[in-house]
């Protein structure tokens, strides 16, 4: 979930890239069986504005009161209510800005949550810029807050060997992989990341970006940040959670942020620098390479506007491929995903 603006359509040439027959769009629990559930709760009557959707299967309002007073109804998956409910508190006993969950009904697969700002990270960025360095310095510091935390206990893992099996949705929707391609791609990266020491044994809440940020004016430290996206939280090496900043899909961090946070992470938690670099370089190509898979497939679902993003996903593969931990998988990711232009009607992988 994120309060902000739809993703913006995608410039020429990318909207002619081929990523297969649309796919029917999943069925979603009704607006009205929403309000019927509204209606016995303390929102009863609240005036409702629906918020943008993002890339998951989840849907927001935002109900406002008679007296101004606001919250957020989410209608969501059922099987994910329950994760959502659970991280949220983990997170508010760590001291963290999560929303408080004000009532729920995990088996419709909805819940009124605390609104914790009308403006996410991405927003304030974009209107102020320069304020960049000091949020990117605070995001770095939550990250490493939550790094040495102990993790709540029965999270999934995402390791090597799961985070390479994440692959999928690249070789199905992004292009067409050869079987052997994929496989030697997803066997260097699984290896690559064994080498580095990536243990999954970290809380990682997994979609982490400016966009799952809320900038709350008038707090300080790290309640500065409000958290809003996390109930597919996972267990995953330390850096990963700092792989996704750094490798955004919707925004371009000006330059030499990413080695300013990756340095302030690293003193925080009296690691080598050098050590740190190299983990998020191959777990922000392992993470980049499944979003193009992910975005293509959004796609084929009809929403296209995703393919925006393609070209920016693509550059942080390309980055993180410059980094001597990542170097040697160069050959491998180029057979088994070209660069998009290469998938372009006409022209030639």
């Known amino acids: 979930m994120t309060p902000s603006d739809a993703p913006p359509g995608p410039p020429e040439p990318f909207t002619e890239l081929t990523v297969g027959p649309p796919i029917p769009a999943p069925p979603r629990g009704s607006e009205e069986a929403a309000e019927a559930w509204l209606g ?15 890339a998951s299967s989840r ?21 994910t209510v329950a994760p959502f409910t659970s991280m949220a508190a983990h997170l508010r006993l760590l001291g963290l800005a999560a929303p408080e969950i004000l009532d729920a009904a995990p088996e419709e697969g909805l819940a009124l949550v605390e609104d914790l700002g009308p403006e996410t990270l991405a927003a304030r960025l974009a209107r102020k810029p320069k304020g960049e360095a000091k949020a990117s310095r605070l995001v770095a510091d939550l990250l490493a807050f939550l790094a040495r935390t102990q993790p709540p206990a029965a999270l999934p893992p995402l390791g090597p060997t799961e985070g390479a099996a994440q692959l999928a949705p690249l070789f199905e929707h992004y292009a067409a992989t050869p079987p052997e391609a994929a496989e030697a791609l997803r066997a260097g990266l699984r290896g690559r990341l064994t080498e580095l020491g990536c243990v999954p044994d ?20 790290l309640r500065r940040l409000g958290i809003i996206d996390f109930q597919d939280a996972v267990l995953a090496p330390r850096a990963y959670d700092l792989a996704s ?22 003193a925080a938690l009296e690691l080598p620098e050098r050590q740190i670099a190299a983990e998020v370089a191959v777990l922000g190509l392992m993470r980049s390479l499944r979003i193009l898979g992910l975005f293509a497939r959004l796609a084929r679902h009809g929403r296209r506007s995703y393919l925006a993003f393609v070209p920016r996903v693509y550059t942080h593969v390309e980055t993180c491929l410059t980094h001597p931990a990542a170097a040697q998988l160069a050959p491998l990711v180029r057979a088994a995903a070209p660069p998009p232009e290469a998938l372009l009607p006409g022209r030639a992988p």
């Open 245 to 266: 900043w750094i490798t955004d899909a919707r925004r371009d961090a000006a330059p030499g942020l990413a080695e300013e946070v990756t340095a302030r992470f690293a």
């Open 59 to 79: 849907r927001y309002w935002r109900l406002t009161g008679p007296k101004g007073a606001t919250m957020l109804l989410m209608q969501a998956p059922p099987e």
């Open 40 to 54: 016995g709760t303390a929102a009863a009557g609240w005036d409702a504005a629906p918020l943008p959707a993002d």
């Open 202 to 221: 970290h809380l990682s809440l997994r979609d982490f970006h400016a966009e799952n940020l809320i900038w709350r004016k008038g707090e300080s430290g």
